[in-house]
């Protein structure tokens, strides 16, 4: 193994303890095929399956793997109309299950994550029968307060090089506290704990994946 991938491995198991000390199902995947395995063996088959904007858990390819699989899948990216995306992402809150990754995660075991439009944290919070958070090791960092920083100063201006929109950070890179309309940090949402124990669940993947 290379330095950084014993590195990874020594640094996630540590976050995966924290993460069940929370109440959190977690474990670490070396790779993000390991990871999407991982995830197929959580999600039952014919069970309805939802996903927030993650590109984590497309490049990994397991949006594609249930696209092609036997399963109730609830994708908003091919709805024809603004009204059909609208119905899909209200009907992803009764999923069985809700894909996400995360935008930070602390070394003690807490999500964070922002929002624009409120669908993806609130799906996290309340709905959906469980979640599951696919995340690599570059989005863990030291502390909360770290990791809400990453998600506005990083995640946030990256995906907004993805949708191009009206904001300061589309400009020029950088996080300028907007208000704009077309703002995608309208929402921070801390999970601290897991409740009911086991509703969460997270894998961390040894890899640097999405955003």
């Known amino acids: 193994m290379t330095p950084r991938e014993l590195f990874n491995e020594k640094r996630g198991s540590s976050v995966v303890r924290n993460l069940q000390g929370r109440g959190f199902d977690a474990c670490y995947c070396k790779t993000g095929e390991e990871a999407k395995e991982k995830a197929l063996e959580w999600i039952r088959e014919g069970a309805s399956v939802a996903w927030g904007g993650s590109m984590t858990i497309r490049d990994i390819g397991l949006t594609k793997a249930l696209d092609e699989g036997n399963y109730q899948v609830i994708d908003r990216d091919k709805a024809a109309t603004a009204e059909e995306k609208q119905k899909a992402a209200m009907d992803a809150l009764s999923a069985e299950y809700f894909l996400t990754s995360a935008n930070g995660i602390s ?15 609130a799906a996290i919070v309340f709905g959906p029968k469980y979640v599951i958070v696919v995340a690599g090791m570059n989005k863990v960092v030291r502390t ?34 907007c208000r704009s309309p077309e703002c995608i940090c309208n929402q921070l949402l801390t999970t601290r704990n897991c409740r009911p124990a086991g509703r969460i669940k997270v894998i961390l993947v040894g890899e640097e994946l999405g955003y």
């Open 107 to 121: 070394e003690d075991g807490q999500l964070v994550n922002v929002d624009g439009n409120g669908n993806r944290v």
């Open 144 to 177: 909360v307060g770290d990791a809400m920083v990453r998600a506005r100063t990083v995640a946030a201006p990256l995906n907004q090089q993805r949708f191009l929109k009206n904001t300061p950070c589309t400009v020029t890179g950088v996080c300028g506290d």
